[in-house]
């Protein structure tokens, strides 16, 4: 059934914006589409063009495994991480229906409060365009799993290859299998030299280099094993009972995303929500799951910081238990615009009194005062 909001939407747009954008529009998705496919070619040639490198029997090990699932794991990271988008919800739903995805971003843009669709109007067309160009292609990367599944369905061949949704679990499951294959390499060169004893130097010499390059693999693939865990483990929704802040995730989206945009935070969302839990506030078990905010590394300066963790403070919901600066303490690694890292009391006692504090208009605030104010108006 047709949603009856599309009714007449360019007719209304041209009567609300002035504008007739139906063409225009229509174009501009068709363009993306096409970019977006023409960016994720060169890659996909490799694996569909060519599946039978996807065999273990006929590819190089497992490099090109490895490329192919780290290309996938990284375009479902990046839209996990941009979720909230209008146009990701549209592109999966009317990928195959342009008119009526035209019709719905209408309807969007004309939904939008005033402020932020004058804002949106500076340059909608090029910055659709290159949303949409994002969107479809890391869709197209992240949907190669499945893609592969199918031609292996259709030539009739039982290869163990995840699908999308269960690719990295897959992946972790791989590296531990490697992992226990080192270990129990590395017990046997232990095992051998006990039994057979060191009889000439040369023979040493080749077995300890032997062992120190399984060495190295080894702790290669456990590193990698950990920072693959890393990214994705916090992704648990049983961890997020209670937050410092109480249940305000879409007002804390929009603080990740501006420290994250502007380089001021460097890890994923679902850490940074378990960072803001109660549980990690009071955890007895070290280390304590910290955030790290480089202002060295950012255009924001240790005023706007403060003034994002006041406009915080005012949703905090533990002062009697926890006060806020203790949490900051306890919960918040700092570096500062010389690349120092606030370690004492002091520092922090320091940083609070000058810059964790309300700010008024005008010479006094922050550089991205304004900024900051339109992105968390929420919080205000």
Known sequence: M?????????????????????EKLEQTI??????????AEDFIKIYMSQPAQIERSKRNTDLIEKKLLNKIIESKTWLLNSFNSEYINLSSLYAQDVPKMAEHITWY?????????????LNKYDDLKEALILINYHLIIYRLSDNINAFNANEGKTIN???????????????EQKL????????????????????????????????????????SSNIEL???KGNFFFQDDDLFTKYVFGDILPELKSVYDLLKY???????????????????????NPPQQRLTFNI??????????GYILHLLKKHYQNESQLPFIQWVMTNIEIISGHGKILKTEEDYIKFNDKSIRSYKSGKSSPNFYHEINLKLQSLL
């Open 30 to 39: 068709k363009s993306s589409q096409k970019e977006a496919e023409l960016k």
């Open 226 to 228: 950990q920072l693959l």
């Open 262 to 284: 502007y380089k001021l935070y460097d890890s994923n969302w679902g850490y940074f929500c378990y960072c803001l839990t109660w549980n990690n506030a009071t955890s007895t």
């Open 296 to 305: 060295h590394n950012s255009e924001f300066t240790a005023d706007d910081l």
């Open 161 to 175: 290859w995840p699908k999308s949704e269960n690719v990295e679990l897959y992946y972790i499951e791989s590296l």
């Open 180 to 219: 226990n294959n080192l270990t129990a390499i590395k017990e046997r060169i232990f095992e051998e030299l006990s039994d057979s004893g060191i009889k000439y130097r040369k023979e040493l010499s080749l077995v300890k280099d032997e062992l120190s390059r399984k060495k190295t693999e080894f702790n």
């Open 2 to 22: 047709r949603d009856s909001k599309l009714d007449n939407c360019y007719t209304r747009y041209k009567e609300i914006k002035g504008e007739s954008i139906q």
């Open 109 to 121: 843009w004309l939904s939008l409060p005033y402020l932020k669709f004058e804002i949106l109007n």
